[in-house]
């Protein structure tokens, strides 16, 4: 199972650098953030390469934050791929709840990482599809 | 001049001498009661030969009224009340008010004559923009302008595109408005282009239900060119139409055939000499359903001494200076900490912690409470939050009648709760105290 790390945070001005100065104190690799927000305050989802280590050192300095379960899939960089998964997911009625990317090797490869409402279904009804979910183990080598 | 002459302008002793015999005969009248069976049934009740014995009487406060309730305070058979009031709130027991037809019939007879005194006649047309039901604001004054005799109209708060309707169709020349609406509805009435000083025949305002300063009424007046007097009044003695000014404005005259005054220290209960500033403390002395002795209203104000121009001999007492106790003032509803502790702490998800800010913006008051949503039920998603803040909101709504701004903060941002930590941050322009 992979994790992304979910903080709650009031939109003020320090707030997200905070969180990565603790991440960076800790020597974590940040892979990659979204947030999302009503304007007053936000949910801020960082994957990092040790979500363990992540979450305490976040909790040790008064962060709330929470562990949530992801999937990640590899797609090619290129026109069209990002269309691609989507279909297959929407076809196996897989509900994305929260989704973010980035690019590994520009042209190459980017990683799609998603939050499903019902994770093992959506996990085996992927199975036997074109998408490629990266073993837990790769994605925080990523 | 006068509503009614004798009532208004009696000499002081024979306004004390009436006053001593409403004493005693509301002090029997309590005796029914069972509250005031206990008090003052074991401290010995007797006759009182003299206005300033009355300071040996045990106050009543309202945490008396909440822990008599229903009918702890109840003097009459029950078949004889015809209303009650009562306040908002499901935190603790409300308290209640009763009252008998005559009790009504007084009460409508003190308003009429507040209004009278000001110069409003039955050829006036009063809207009443104040809240009915519960709220002795609304039904107070509309009994007071029918007895008077002038057209009413009952539209209650709100709403300022159909106020200004009314206003301008009816051609209102009276009403009574909480002071920052008052404000409020000439923005609006310049929104549509009108001109609050030409278009509309208003010529008086009573503003009352919260506090507010001497320059609020006079930039109400200036804004809609008419005269606005301040009105007090407290549902424990009836409601509006306990003490109201005259055309002198200066003081608010306490209907004294009615309610007897006090000013006490608010923290020892002493009575003051007269002039200093202090809590106001009333007994209701021509009341049946619900006699209050010695009611601590915790609305600190002064006796203003000498005689009015105006020829009544009634006892002005200061515009009100604040409160002895931590009740806020919203828009003219009343809500203790208390009430938004208790109902946050029955919400899971938020923490201990928490502090109210009243914020004013375009002479509405806004009520900020700030709460730290608890990090062990934090899920992780945005949704759950915002689930989370509209659901403290909808509680807080129903438990004070006011929507408050909610803020949610990460857990840690707020002072903790041991401790004398600041919970209320009061942000207004608010009267200066002078107590």
Partial sequence: MAFHLSIFVVNEPGKLEKITRVLTEKGLNIRAVSMASTGEFGVVRVLVNDPDAGLAALRENRFTVVKRRILVALIEDRPGSMHELLVTLAARSVNVEDCYGFVIDEGKRAAIVFEVEKFPEAERSLAGTSVRLIADSEIYRL | MYWNKESETPQRESLERLQLQRLNSTLEKAMQAPFYRDSLGRNGFRRLSSLREVSQLPFTTKADLRNAFPYGFLAVPLENIVRLHSSSGTTGNPTVIYHTREDIETWQDLVARCMYMTGMRSTDVFQNMMGYGLFTGGLGFHYGAEKLGAMTIPIGPGNSRRQIWFMREFGTTVIHVLPSYALRLATHVRELGLDPRKDFKLRMAYVGAEPHTEETRRRIEETWGIKAYNSYGLSEMCGPGVAFECTEQSGMHIWEDQFLAEIVD???????????????????????????????????????????????????????????????????????????????????????????????????????????LAPETFAGTLGQVEGLQGKVCAALKEETGVTPVVKLLEAGSLPAAEGKAVRVVDLRKQPRREC
């Fill in chain 2, 266 to 372: 608010p923290e020892t209960g002493a009575n003051l000499p007269e002039g200093e500033c202090g809590e106001l403390v009333l007994s209701s002395i021509g009341r049946a359903g619900t006699p209050l002795l010695r009611f601590r209203t915790r609305d600190l104000t002064r006796f203003l001494s000498g005689p009015c121009p105006c020829g009544r001999t009634h006892r002005r007492i200061d515009r009100i200076q604040g409160r002895s106790d931590d009740m806020m003032i919203i828009n003219g509803v009343n809500i203790f900490p208390m009430q938004i502790e208790q109902t946050l702490m029955r919400i899971s998800g938020i923490g201990a912690n928490y502090q109210i800010e009243i914020h004013e913006d375009n002479y509405m008051d806004k009520l900020h409470v700030r709460v730290e």
